[in-house]
């Protein structure tokens, strides 16, 4: 872990563009947080429901005892060179635990592993580890500006969507020791409580099947930019199956823009997702990395890396998967 700070470091401080204005906005936060009179923005989305601090807890312990026993295996490469390989991250395991057991299973005698990108405890799916620091940086860097496509799959519960492809553009932000929320696109730059600033974050949606049934698909794309109360309704239980591309890498983003959108994931008891449904307990959320797409950090040859789908896909939601 301490190579991977070292990393994000060394990324950030190599580049003198962000320097100067890294620690202006530092300043400019510090300076912002002693005014007592300062008009914080507010956020669109609610706050966790008071029974998801306990479920996270011990969901964050079972997971801690899973990722203590866990071992990858030849099973879980997608993909791998002599600079990286791709591994399909399975739920409930934190990324450490992947990264600390990649030394066991590699075709080739490399010492330096990197986490590329980072999954959510719950989340699923393809998580790349570098076999050095070079390429690492370079990838962390693609990941930056936006280079790599990335696409999700996340089964929700909620009323029907009256669109097939939706973009969803907001704030993100949180206050000191709070919880993310959606913040209104025009609040992006301003201070929050405790000296963190609104990021902007945008997604794009698209449905793929309603209570099992495949939709077609679309080319008309709708547009929301986040300006005030939420106005979508909550309620409804229908199966609906979203692919989502994250244009921004904000924590949680996928998870958020579902919820605002008044089909939380299932089980994402942070996020309102059902967490007992139709006589049943689910222990964390429905959504998985599906693909990777980008040009290689050494050779640039375009590569697309896929991992399986779970069977609540194609199931309607019914299986453990």
């Given at each position: 872990?301490?190579?991977?700070?070292?990393?994000?470091?060394?990324?950030?401080?190599?580049n003198?563009?962000?320097t100067?204005?890294?620690?202006a906005?530092?300043?400019?936060?510090?300076?912002?947080?002693?005014?007592?009179n300062?008009?914080?923005?507010?956020?669109?989305?609610?706050?966790p429901?008071?029974i998801?601090?306990?479920?996270?807890?011990?969901r964050?312990m079972?997971a801690?005892s899973k990722?203590?026993?866990?071992?990858?295996?030849r099973?879980?490469?997608l993909y791998?060179?002599?600079?990286?390989?791709?591994?399909?991250k399975p739920?409930?395991?934190?990324?450490e635990?992947?990264l600390?057991?990649?030394?066991?299973?590699?075709l080739?005698?490399?010492?330096?592993?990197?986490?590329?990108?980072?999954l959510?405890?719950?989340?699923?799916?393809?998580?790349?580890i570098?076999?050095?620091h070079?390429?690492?940086?370079?990838?962390?860097?693609?990941?930056?500006?936006?280079?790599i496509?990335k696409?999700?799959?996340?089964?929700?519960?909620?009323?029907?969507?009256?669109w097939?492809k939706i973009t969803?553009s907001?704030?993100?932000?949180?206050?000191?020791?709070?919880?993310?929320?959606?913040?209104?696109?025009?609040?992006?730059?301003r201070v929050?409580?405790?000296?963190?600033?609104?990021?902007?974050?945008?997604?794009?949606?698209?449905?793929?099947?309603?209570?099992?049934?495949?939709?077609?698909?679309?080319?008309?794309?709708?547009?929301?930019?986040?300006?005030?109360e939420?106005?979508?309704?909550?309620?409804?239980?229908?199966?609906?199956?979203?692919r989502?591309?994250?244009?921004s890498?904000r924590?949680?983003?996928?998870?958020?823009?579902?919820?605002y959108?008044?089909?939380?994931?299932?089980g994402?008891?942070?996020?309102?997702?059902?967490?007992?449904?139709?006589?049943?307990?689910f222990?964390?959320?429905?959504l998985?990395?599906?693909?990777?797409s980008?040009?290689?950090?050494?050779t640039?040859?375009?590569?697309?890396?896929?991992?399986?789908?779970?069977?609540?896909?194609t199931?309607d939601?019914?299986?453990?998967?």
């Amino acid at each position: 872990m301490s190579l991977l700070r070292n990393l994000f470091s060394f990324s950030i401080s190599a580049n003198s563009i962000l320097t100067k204005p890294y620690f202006a906005i530092s300043i400019k936060a510090m300076e912002a947080t002693s005014d007592p009179n300062l008009h914080y923005p507010k956020p669109i989305s609610p706050p966790p429901p008071p029974i998801s601090k306990d479920i996270e807890l011990r969901r964050a312990m079972e997971a801690s005892s899973k990722s203590s026993l866990f071992n990858l295996t030849r099973d879980h490469v997608l993909y791998e060179d002599e600079y990286l390989m791709a591994v399909n991250k399975p739920k409930g395991v934190y990324c450490e635990a992947v990264l600390r057991s990649a030394p066991q299973i590699v075709l080739d005698s490399s010492s330096e592993f990197h986490l590329a990108n980072r999954l959510d405890r719950d989340t699923s799916g393809v998580m790349i580890i570098t076999k050095s620091h070079k390429v690492a940086a370079k990838l962390v860097k693609a990941f930056t500006e936006h280079k790599i496509r990335k696409s999700y799959i996340a089964l929700c519960i909620g009323s029907s969507p009256n669109w097939r492809k939706i973009t969803v553009s907001s704030g993100h932000g949180r206050s000191k020791h709070g919880a993310w929320r959606v913040y209104a696109a025009l609040d992006v730059g301003r201070v929050l409580p405790g000296g963190s600033f609104v990021r902007d974050m945008e997604t794009t949606f698209e449905v793929v099947s309603v209570n099992g049934v495949e939709t077609e698909s679309c080319e008309v794309e709708n547009v929301i930019v986040v300006e005030g109360e939420q106005e979508l309704s909550c309620g409804g239980d229908d199966v609906v199956v979203v692919r989502a591309f994250p244009r921004s890498g904000r924590t949680h983003q996928i998870r958020l823009h579902c919820q605002y959108l008044g089909i939380s994931i299932r089980g994402d008891v942070k996020y309102h997702g059902m967490y007992e449904w139709r006589g049943r307990t689910f222990e964390g959320h429905d959504l998985h990395a599906e693909c990777l797409s980008l040009d290689h950090p050494v050779t640039d040859d375009p590569i697309v890396i896929r991992a399986p789908l779970p069977c609540w896909v194609t199931e309607d939601g019914k299986c453990n998967g």
